[in-house]
T-cell receptor, first 114, second 114 residues
Framework: DTEVTQTPKHLVMGMTNKKSLKCEQH?????MYWYKQKAKKPPELMFV???????INESVPSRFSPECPNSSLLNLHLHALQPEDSALYLC?????????????FGPGTRLLVL | GENVEQHPSTLSVQEGDSAVIKCTYS??????FPWYKQELGKRPQLIID?????GEKKDQRIAVTLNKTAKHFSLHITETQPEDSAVYFC?????????????FGKGTMLLVSP
């Protein structure tokens, strides 16, 4: 089963709110990724976790805070966001063996910051 | 870092025609080349991929070719159908210890008219 799930599907938040996005996979994958996608653009990598350790942070502002509680779960904590942070946030996972790995995407959370 | 160029940005064909999308990449360390289809409001979905030791791969109406020397790879869709209408992204992947990185092209919007 190549399924990555994400909650919530939609989120509207004010600039002073704190919210979290959740991602889950049960494929035994050990690498998990957060991407941001604006309309009519390709996904942009934000963070990579490998074996529950943060491996890449693509210079993402600190108002985005990732967390990997275990090998199946990935969270993205949001605080004091700006309207330009409105986008589709995609989670992905891959095996973690590091050899020609397929990344499987979740359905995304569509975020609107007011 | 890796740079992926994708052409054309839009492609309109009649049902039954063939469609070809071309990509180039810059980093010879890239060793895996997936293609994703993204319908409006949905997740990127892997449709075919090719590894660096293979020159061509076919799956029913979809085929991908890779020329490592020229750093080119292409997606071919034959007998197009209206349900093929979507945005297609090529990507080049570099495998690292425990995860991979994906660099996407800017996408091709394919419109198949009945």
């Amino acid at each position: 089963d190549t399924e990555v799930t994400q909650t919530p599907k939609h989120l509207v938040m004010g600039m002073t709110n704190k919210k979290s996005l959740k991602c889950e996979q049960h494929m035994g994958h050990r690498a998990m990724y957060w991407y941001k996608q604006k309309a009519k653009k390709p996904p942009e990598l934000m963070f990579v976790y490998s074996y529950e350790k943060l491996s890449i942070n693509e210079s993402v502002p600190s108002r985005f805070s990732p967390e990997c509680p275990n090998s199946s779960l990935l969270n993205l904590h949001l605080h004091a966001l700006q309207p330009e942070d409105s986008a589709l946030y995609l989670c992905a996972s891959s095996q973690g063996g590091g050899l020609e790995e397929t990344q499987y995407f979740g359905p995304g959370t569509r975020l609107l910051v007011l | 870092g890796e740079n992926v160029e994708q052409h054309p940005s839009t492609l309109s064909v009649q049902e039954g025609d063939s469609a070809v999308i071309k990509c180039t990449y810059s980093d010879s360390a890239s060793n895996y080349f997936p293609w994703y289809k993204q319908e409006l409001g949905k997740r990127p979905q892997l449709i075919i991929d090719i590894r660096s030791n293979v020159g061509e791969k076919k799956d029913q109406r979809i085929a991908v070719t890779l020329n490592k020397t020229a750093k080119h790879f292409s997606l071919h869709i034959t007998e197009t159908q209206p349900e093929d209408s979507a945005v297609y992204f090529c990507a080049a992947s570099i495998s690292l210890r425990g995860y991979s990185t994906l660099t996407f092209g800017k996408g091709t919007m394919l419109l198949v008219s009945p």
